[in-house]
Nanobody, 125 residues
């Protein structure tokens, strides 16, 4: 079992950047494929991107490709979501998620086992 804590959200102007973090405790983070999801008010939860257990492979939603980067530091038990060129439509609650025993990066929320509590990102001038 792993406990996830999201942090780093806030208010940023369009075109700005933020870096979110997801700190894990419990079972070693390298056992999990990690994903980032977001949910805007009145909308369904949306897959943002994911990273393999080793960090070699990443996969992104088309809406964030080229702007967002996911990385991980297994020694620090932390996963990061670097968000650049932010747009108002990126406004949402962002959550990390962990999936055990997977060689692929799942894109559906129901395929993940553990979740962080979420952190609010607001992009507005």
């Amino acid at each position: 079992q792993v406990h996830l804590v999201d942090a780093g959200g806030g208010l940023v102007q369009p075109g700005g950047s933020l870096r979110l973090s997801c700190a894990a405790s419990g079972r070693t983070l390298s056992s999990y494929v990690m994903g980032w999801f977001r949910q805007a008010p009145g909308k369904e939860r949306e897959f943002v991107g994911g990273i393999s257990r080793s960090g070699v492979s990443t996969y992104y939603a088309d809406s964030v490709k080229g702007r967002f980067t996911i990385s991980r530091d297994n020694a620090k038990s932390t996963v990061y979501l670097q968000m650049n060129s932010l747009k108002p439509e990126d406004t949402a609650v962002y959550s990390c998620a962990a999936r055990a025993n997977s060689v692929k990066i799942p894109t559906r929320a129901r395929e993940y086992d553990y979740w962080g509590q979420g952190t609010q990102v607001t992009v507005s001038s």
